[in-house]
């Protein structure tokens, strides 16, 4: 018996690929083709359609990489043909290859995108035409298929991609489509689908393969077409047995997920949305009860400004609920690497996009692709107004299943915000059988709730959900042997789960970071892009700071810092901050943040301007800082010699050049040393003792020293994406000759430089640096790195015992184990962290800060930073170059405080700005406990001239902080992310005093 049931599914299998399938159209006539090949990059349709075309056939060749090629459609629809089943037939070329990652298509008519074409979307229907001529234009792009075999491709910039015709056109046919076949082929992949997705004893699943047995005995194969309708209704008693109750629920949501860059460069991804939206507003057309859910803002901005008709038709199917905007996101943007700030404004910028343009405020996040999640997204979340979260990529776990699919989770503050990771483990989902039974099966909080997401559709250029999902859809509504299947929403999901939580039953809680076990590569790869990410995100604090400071912003401005934070936005994108895109993304980003940096310059100077401060005329020098609080520091003055500044906060002062009394650095041959750090090195310019001299302590373990390593680098798969757990054991350290030379030695300062080769092809310059009143050892590194597949690492060995150590991440810090005690510990090889990890004892620690570096290993007894790496894949000349970056080492005593201050001050540089202070502002906002942290000092979205002032609570103590400003405060709220009052805070004496919960974020609204 076991034997006949695997030769009745065989031969269904082949007699529906093979026999019935190709009989899917009933008549058919071949298109006249012409094309017109676009010169260089992409045009509008109106420059397209006004060009000559050149004759053109079937099988001839088309397309340079990232080349376009308009071809026009033209023939005359024969009579009888018009209606209902008459569609365009279109295959450029794709063989039997998948979608997304190939050759796409979009089909205008008369000017208007009428829908994608791509390898699962071949058909164009075409209802509306009558009898007469026909003539479409399809705008083909030649985007190449990029090796998935991980192998070094030079096809992902221009300039190495060549330019020999990648494709064939291989279809250009206008069809009727059989309405029996079509129909037939559909039940008979469902059902086939949900047979095999039952146990082999069940009842259910033999009855099913009899009855298909039947309906393809009913088939005569040489007259397919006058005998589909046969076999239908023999299915039909199959089709229409309804599911058990207790069957479980789920709510399956069309989407896309569009990379907004990836396998190609931001501009092909304006056109893969427009192609795929007008794909979906058309599936709208045919069948109201599609709904298909949309992320990113800045494509739904770009189609408004590029493609206004389709964006018209997407806020009509907004309207009617059909295409439903989620995420409430600029961008799905990475989670690990940008600023705390940056992630607020990504959900601030999406929620008033969405909502200016469609009335909508999204409940949800919705990241499903994203690699790992820091434990302070949950109140960032709830901030912004989503109370709700989807992703699934922690399903992508390399080395521990996650427990839970529907749960609480909890943040660093105790914000808890439900969370689901739909049971089917992609967000590209089909509709088969298969996957329904594999969401069943995977599900696990049967014991507690009935109901599961399943996002379908081709993703990324892949052109959305097709009409045949849909249709699978629609047969597995309500039917025996699959769980029960409906078209909605993620906002129908949660309110389902709400109604079972507040019926009684409990979810599980995950408290903490969800840890993505994979990707930890991304913390390091393409490095250039994350520091110029860092330095705009610095830029864009001291404008908005800088502009509030003089009062009100004028519109001019507020508008173009709004358009600079998108633009920043938009390359934290979760395949662009994190290294993993083609060499032309990485080249574009670079050169994004290059430009947005050097406005914001211009902004910056011009508030200053604005001000007073920076007088024409002035011969002073003013000290500007935008730090939390005061500062006292060694640092190189305007005329690049060593001075101290002393500013007593935020804000401008006058540079005291008088101070007399500080704490010397002396030098020897070997070492430097001030009061509080004495420093010495080898022969070879290696760190072999650090001493803390207030507290009498030696930093480094016994006969270890400060060393850098270099290990070979070859992930299994996913070369610029995965760091291996083996491969920092690989490393060797570098020694051998260095040429050592002091670049300085003055009481204020003293810097010792240290250069050496590294590895095959690159040298290195460490500077260390001690400056007087300061217990910071800066090793400032330039590198020119032309290494291949290595692991570029600081070792900082630390004579510190402790199982956890502390890692700056947004708005607050994690605690990580230093040891791989269970598989989750030893999981976390390679962590992500900010501004600083900490090693410490109860009264003592050391801290390794950096200025822009992510990548962290943490053992007992050290930390290793994560420099450098050289992937060859997607980008074969990933991080070839030169690299600047300080790491700081800094002993200090119990608690945080000093950490959290030497952070800030190597993270936010003062800057020294000519002018005359014929004004005094003062402090620009001024905290009093140095556990809290200022993110963002602005003048208010709103245009009311209200000081937003954003603050955190970073050291997980409960505390109670003042704001004081130059002027006092009038009235004070709390607000939400968006700005909108929450609570009213009474004002005494012109000041705001709040207590903070334990990482507690609070933007305020202060009036004077
Ligand atoms: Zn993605």
Redesign the pocket.
Known sequence: MHDDRVLVEKRIERELWQRILPQLYRRRVPLTIDAWDVPGEPVSYAHAAAQEYRPFAVGERWGRPWGTTWFRLSGEVPDGWAGVGLEAVIDLGWGMRGPGFLAEGLVWLDGTPLQGVHPRRTAVPLPQLATGPLSLLVEAAANPALPQSFRPTPLGSLDTAGDAPLYRVAMADLAVLDHDVYHLCLDVEVLVGVMQGLPLDEPRRQRLLRQLEDAFDAIDMGDVTGTAHRARRLLQPALELPARSSSMRVIGVGHA???SA?LWPIRETVRKCARTFASAVRLMDDDPEYRFVCSQAVQYAWMEERYPALFARIAEKVQTGQFVPVGGMWV?ADMNLPSGESLVRQLVHGQRYFESRFGIRCKEVWI???FGYPASMPQVYAAAGCDRFVTQKLSWNKQNRFPHNTFWWEGLDGTRVLTHFPPVDT?NAEVTGEEMAFSQRNFREHGWSDWALMPYGH??GGGGPTREMVQRAHRMRDLDGTPRLQLGTSDEFFDHVEAELAAGAVAPVWSGELYFEMHRGTLTSQIETKVGNRRCERLLREAELWWAAGGMVPPEVADELRGLWNDVLLQQF??IIPGSSIAWVHDDAEREHARIAARLEELIAAAFARMGVAGVDGDDWVVANAATRQRTEVVSGPDGLPVIVQVPGSGFFPLDQERVGYDRVVTTERSMANGQLAVSWDLEGTITSIIDVARGRELLPPRRSVTIELAPDHPVEYDAWDLESWTTGLGEPISGDAEISWLERSPLRARLQVRRTVGAASTMTVVYTLRAESARLDLEFDIDWHESEQLLSLMVPLDVRTSEAVCDIQFGHVRRPTHPSSPWDAAKFEVCAHRFVDLAEPQFGVAVLNDGRYGHGLFDGGVRVSLLRAARFPDPDADQGRHRVTISILPHGAGLHDVLHEAELLNVPVRFVRGTLDWWPGAVVEIDQPGVQLSAVKRADDASGDLIVRLFEACGDRTQVSVRLPVPVRDATRCNALEEPEQVIDVADGFVSISLRPFELVTLRLRT
């Open positions: 997920h569009i990379d990836w799905e499903p692709d994203v967000y993703g990324n979760h395949d």
